[in-house]
């Protein structure tokens, strides 16, 4: 696929990308997926979003040709590649920090790599395609084990390992409340993994009543339809024994419905890309002293948001782009032993040619779209 301008993307004839570097990969995608954050990407708010870039960092494939120096990967192997670009070895991977490597991004200062996701984010094309170019090969992807079937595996690359991650940043104790804005795939797999890490209870919150139902019986939590209160945070409180949520999890990003005089006064004067609905609810209906965990995508300035509230209340706040590799072994685990089972999220598979009716029924939130696959020919 390929980035025409805003709302506009489609297939198109490209060069299969070839070796650059010696530890490149070269990777036939077999399935990749779009995310939620494509999104902002394709209504065109991320800054620096050219046309003719390929997106695409949720993919998985059979590796096609490698480097001279790639030591740990050869043509044939089913792999998994993080939607993270990082050497491994400068001193932000060293710490566990793969998002935020410091060696794979000229505006390194903030994020790290990430494929088909702006110059912003690096400039490398991603895997909505049938060929990707796979930098560092020896260290972000993994073999797809044996008894992984490729739609869960392609899930691991971010969607469930940052669902994951955000209940993790929770840092949630046994029997907690724990709320989470936002029934997308991340939102879903923030909330079963909730129950993992030992909370008490599990509510999501959306406005979609066909996501909410599968947040019911896919990650067995409470739901609540924003819409049908004039306060949502009134009625956390409510539900809460008027604490508040110990712990929220913001699952949404800069996207957010919900909240008019919010939009008037963040999106709609175009003082940026959306507003922080979703992370005000979170920070209003958290307990004092309750910690939250933001992994929705915002872009780099934000304001409007109620950070004097967060101060008096003696908030955690925790976020970062998911570290997708450190969370594999445990959710290799999960999924093995039944706990977690990724794609019975996915709703629709749409061959790559479709791509841009794809992107178009994510978008417009039509025909119960919660995830959506994107099949390549050569698959
Ligand atoms: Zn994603
Ligand atoms: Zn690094």
């Given at each position: 696929?390929?980035?025409?301008?805003?709302?506009?993307?489609?297939?198109?004839?490209?060069?299969r990308?070839?070796?650059?570097?010696?530890?490149?990969?070269?990777?036939?995608?077999?399935?990749?997926?779009?995310?939620?954050?494509d999104?902002?990407?394709?209504?065109?708010?991320?800054?620096?979003?050219?046309?003719?870039?390929?997106?695409?960092?949720?993919?998985?494939?059979?590796?096609?040709?490698?480097?001279?120096?790639?030591?740990?990967?050869?043509?044939?192997?089913?792999?998994?590649?993080?939607?993270?670009?990082?050497?491994?070895?400068c001193?932000?991977?060293?710490?566990?920090?793969?998002?935020?490597?410091?060696?794979?991004?000229?505006?390194?200062?903030?994020?790290?790599?990430?494929?088909?996701?702006?110059?912003t984010?690096?400039?490398?094309?991603?895997?909505?395609?049938?060929?990707?170019?796979?930098p560092?090969?020896?260290?972000?992807?993994?073999?797809?084990?044996?008894?992984?079937?490729?739609?869960?595996?392609?899930?691991?690359?971010?969607?469930?390992?940052?669902?994951?991650?955000?209940?993790?940043?929770?840092?949630?104790?046994?029997?907690?409340?724990?709320?989470?804005?936002?029934?997308g795939?991340?939102?879903?797999?923030?909330?079963?993994?909730?129950?993992?890490?030992?909370?008490?209870?599990?509510?999501?919150?959306?406005?979609?009543?066909?996501?909410?139902?599968?947040?019911?019986?896919?990650?067995?939590?409470?739901?609540?339809?924003?819409?049908?209160?004039?306060?949502?945070?009134?009625?956390?409180?409510?539900?809460?024994?008027?604490?508040?949520?110990?712990?929220?999890?913001?699952?949404?990003?800069?996207?957010?419905?919900?909240?008019?005089?919010?939009?008037?006064?963040?999106?709609?004067?175009?003082?940026?890309?959306?507003?922080?609905?979703?992370?005000?609810?979170?920070?209003?209906?958290?307990?004092?002293?309750?910690?939250?965990?933001?992994?929705?995508?915002?872009?780099?300035?934000?304001?409007?948001?109620?950070?004097?509230?967060?101060?008096?209340?003696?908030?955690t706040?925790?976020?970062?782009?998911?570290?997708?590799?450190?969370?594999?072994?445990?959710?290799?685990?999960?999924?093995?032993?039944?706990?977690?089972?990724?794609?019975?999220?996915?709703?629709?598979?749409?061959?790559?040619?479709?791509?841009?009716?794809?992107?178009?029924?994510?978008?417009?939130?039509l025909?119960?779209?919660?995830?959506?696959?994107?099949?390549?020919?050569?698959?």
């Amino acid at each position: 696929m390929v980035y025409r301008g805003p709302y506009r993307v489609r297939p198109e004839e490209k060069d299969r990308p070839s070796i650059e570097h010696p530890n490149d990969a070269i990777v036939r995608v077999t399935r990749a997926a779009i995310c939620g954050s494509d999104l902002h990407l394709y209504h065109g708010l991320m800054p620096d979003t050219r046309v003719g870039m390929t997106f695409g960092h949720e993919f998985v494939g059979v590796v096609d040709e490698v480097g001279p120096s790639v030591r740990n990967l050869k043509a044939g192997d089913r792999v998994m590649v993080p939607f993270n670009i990082f050497c491994g070895t400068c001193y932000f991977c060293a710490r566990g920090l793969y998002s935020n490597c410091h060696n794979v991004n000229p505006n390194a200062t903030a994020v790290g790599g990430i494929y088909g996701y702006s110059h912003t984010c690096g400039g490398y094309d991603g895997g909505q395609a049938e060929y990707v170019r796979v930098p560092l090969a020896d260290v972000g992807p993994s073999l797809i084990p044996d008894w992984m079937d490729e739609d869960d595996a392609v899930l691991l690359t971010d969607a469930l390992a940052t669902g994951y991650f955000g209940a993790q940043l929770g840092d949630i104790s046994e029997g907690d409340v724990v709320v989470v804005f936002g029934a997308g795939p991340v939102g879903l797999y923030a909330a079963a993994s909730a129950w993992l890490m030992g909370a008490g209870r599990v509510i999501v919150i959306d406005h979609l009543d066909y996501r909410l139902e599968k947040a019911a019986t896919f990650a067995h939590a409470e739901t609540i339809n924003f819409t049908e209160y004039d306060d949502i945070v009134v009625h956390m409180k409510k539900i809460t024994d008027h604490l508040g949520a110990d712990v929220a999890i913001d699952a949404v990003g800069a996207e957010a419905d919900g909240n008019l005089l919010q939009h008037v006064t963040a999106a709609k004067l175009k003082l940026q890309g959306g507003s922080p609905v979703a992370l005000n609810w979170a920070i209003d209906s958290v307990r004092k002293g309750g910690t939250i965990s933001v992994m929705g995508a915002y872009g780099p300035m934000f304001s409007a948001i109620k950070f004097g509230d967060a101060m008096n209340k003696g908030l955690t706040l925790r976020m970062n782009q998911c570290p997708v590799k450190r969370q594999w072994p445990r959710l290799f685990e999960h999924i093995r032993n039944g706990y977690l089972k990724p794609s019975d999220i996915v709703t629709h598979r749409i061959p790559l040619e479709h791509i841009a009716e794809g992107y178009h029924i994510f978008s417009a939130k039509l025909d119960g779209c919660i995830k959506p696959l994107i099949i390549p020919n050569a698959a």
